[in-house]
């Protein structure tokens, strides 16, 4: 599976965009990128995913750079329940083995009044 | 639909003892995951389940047994606590598995609310 590196903090006022990016350089064709993100104390929620289409959902939009190198997890309107960590992992498809998804240490975004 | 259930939320042990947490998914899904969480690190893998009568090794899986029981339940145990398995530990499942038709939403994570523990 694909690195990535995040930020290790980010800050965000409430009510604006939040704009969580991630770097994957070494991406293989058939990776997708996976956001999940964990409030204090809670297990990690699944935000999106995707492969090289800009996707968007209820939560977030996920922004994936024509060489896929990196991408952005957007917030359009951030809420204080928004403050949480964000994780970025790249994963393909199973190939037969089990999903050995890593996380690292993510990105903890504090929304702020 | 429960999800992912884990027991118990909370746990205190002396060293030495042993004990087993529980988690169950009610999701049809083929894999079963343990993570542990300390503070201020990520998540890192303790042990994996790719479908029911296997498992395999995550990034530290020392000092620490599972059982896949059934599709259902996957169990982590402790034989003889020390404080440094002082965690919090997760359970997570997802559709994708041995042998089964794997698309992109198959290797999402549903993660349980987490089990504390705490060794003396």
């Known amino acids: 599976d694909a690195k990535t590196t995040q930020p290790t903090s980010m800050d965000c006022a409430e009510g604006r965009a939040a704009n969580l990016p991630c770097n994957h350089s070494?991406?293989?064709?058939?990776?997708?990128v996976y956001w999940y993100r964990q409030i204090h104390s809670q297990g990690p929620q699944y935000i999106i995913h995707?492969?090289?289409n800009n996707e968007t959902n209820e939560m977030a939009s996920l922004i994936i750079t024509e060489d896929r190198k990196s991408s952005t997890l957007i917030l359009p309107h951030a809420t204080l329940r928004d403050t949480a960590v964000y994780y970025c992992?790249?994963?393909?498809?199973?190939?037969?083995?089990?999903?050995?998804?890593?996380f690292g240490t993510g990105t903890r975004l504090q929304v702020t009044l | 639909n429960a999800g992912v259930t884990q027991t118990p939320k909370f746990q205190v042990l002396k060293t030495g003892q042993s004990m087993t947490l529980q988690c169950a998914q009610d999701?049809?899904?083929?894999?079963m995951y343990w993570y542990r969480q300390d503070p201020g690190m990520g998540l890192r893998l303790i042990y994996y389940?790719?479908?029911?009568?296997?498992?395999d090794k995550g990034e530290v899986p020392n000092g620490y047994n599972v059982s896949r029981l059934n599709k259902r339940e996957f169990s982590l145990r402790l034989e003889s606590a020390a404080p440094s398995q002082t965690s919090v530990y997760f359970c997570?499942?997802?559709?994708?598995?041995?042998?089964?038709?794997?698309?992109?939403?198959?290797?999402?994570?549903?993660f349980g609310a987490g089990s504390r523990l705490t060794v003396l």
């Open positions: 997570a499942s997802s559709e994708a598995g041995l042998g089964v038709y794997r698309h992109s939403g198959a290797n999402v994570l549903t």
């Open positions: 070494t991406i293989s064709g058939n990776e997708y």
């Open positions: 995707g492969l090289k």
């Open positions: 992992i790249v994963r393909a498809p199973n190939t037969g083995t089990a999903s050995k998804l890593t």
């Open positions: 999701m049809n899904h083929n894999s």
């Open positions: 389940s790719a479908s029911e009568g296997t498992t």
